[in-house]
């Protein structure tokens, strides 16, 4: 008896919009059982790529207002008769394991629009800002025919930088005041980003709002230009989610920046890279799991663990320990 559907049956049923048959499919290709690791590779083979969502990724601070944010703007979108899928990824505790999984519960509105829908994942142990399987997630959502991907990172900061490997689209969310300017010039997620929005442009925040703005829009003028963008990219523009005010302005930049990417065949070049980017990753990632089962590597590991806790082996000369043997074959 099988966990989960034929995985051509599945395909079809997903290809045809069936929301259930998405959220198995994504539910599958998340599985960390072998064998249901095989049955999402059939999944996603007999899906194809034969369409194509715009994907968007949303990164920023914890209480910048990433989901008030993506509902509002989701909602504008669903409006304009688009289907919107949103992949939410939650921080996973380092100790328990477990998530909160709440984003449906906070964008409440969007979650009962018939033109979108929302998944929340945990992030498990992966780094990034995103879970280790939403690249295939976003796959699933492209064959069930939305025509826009969002994906909401964990909001960790600096290092969040992963979302990009899997979208046309980097937006960085911003809170007014952050109170550090040099933010603004620091490599990492800045030089990512193809547009900031300064969130919460409103009330007694729209002022501060309005400076924040400035001092980015100043701080990205310092940055190389990257041969990705045309004139006046990357940007920086103030927004408030819970108004509304200035969701469409950015929408129409992003929908340019995509149109002129698209133009200059720079968007199947970065589509082709990031392909490559996560073959390698899956590559680098299947190798470790194959010596972590290992036995004899397992040993080494353990013996090795014992003595950096026993305070006869530093951690570097333990780890060499166990590479050693690994790098003479």
């Not at 590779?41 to 944010?69: E, H, N």
């Not at 919107?84 to 939650?90: C, K, M, N, S, Y």
């Not at 004139?231 to 920046?257: N, R, Y």
Request: aromatic share 4%; hydrophobic share 45%.
């Amino acid at each position: 008896m099988t966990r989960h559907p034929a995985p051509d049956d599945l395909a079809q049923r997903i290809r045809a919009g069936d929301r259930r048959a998405l959220a198995k499919g994504i539910t599958l290709v998340e599985s960390g059982r072998t064998d249901d690791r095989a049955a999402a590779i059939a999944l996603l083979s007999a899906l194809g790529t034969d369409r194509q969502a715009l994907r968007i990724g949303l990164s920023g601070t914890p209480g910048v207002g990433k989901s008030t944010f993506i509902e509002s703007f989701g909602l504008m979108l669903t409006g304009q008769g688009k289907r919107v899928a949103v992949l939410a990824v939650d921080p996973s505790s380092a100790r328990s394991g477990g998530s909160i999984l709440g984003d449906k519960t906070r964008m409440d509105y969007l979650a009962r629009d018939p033109l979108a829908f929302i998944r929340p994942s945990p992030s498990q142990t992966q780094l990034g800002g995103v879970a280790r399987r939403t690249r295939e997630a976003v796959a699933l959502c492209e064959a069930a025919g939305f025509d826009i991907v969002l994906i909401e990172t964990v909001g960790v900061g600096q290092s969040e930088t992963m979302v990009a490997q899997m979208a046309d689209l980097f937006i960085l969310l911003l809170a007014p005041a952050g109170g550090d300017e040099l933010q603004g010039v620091k490599r990492g997620i800045m030089e990512m980003a193809d547009l900031i929005l300064v969130n919460k442009a409103d009330g007694d925040l729209k002022s501060q709002a309005m400076r924040t703005c400035a001092d980015y829009a100043g701080a990205l003028r310092l940055l190389r230009k990257r041969p990705q963008d045309p004139e006046g990219f990357p940007k920086a523009m103030t927004v408030s989610a819970l108004e509304q005010h200035g969701l469409a302005a950015a929408w129409d930049d992003m929908q340019h920046l995509a149109d002129w990417r698209r133009a200059q065949g720079l968007w199947d070049r970065l589509r082709k890279d990031q392909a490559g980017f996560w073959f390698t990753e899956d590559v680098r990632q299947g190798l470790l799991q194959l010596q972590l089962d290992d036995p004899a590597t397992r040993a080494r590991i353990k013996a090795a663990q014992d003595a950096v806790a026993a305070g006869t082996m530093s951690p570097t000369a333990a780890a060499a320990q166990v590479l050693d043997p690994l790098r003479k074959g």
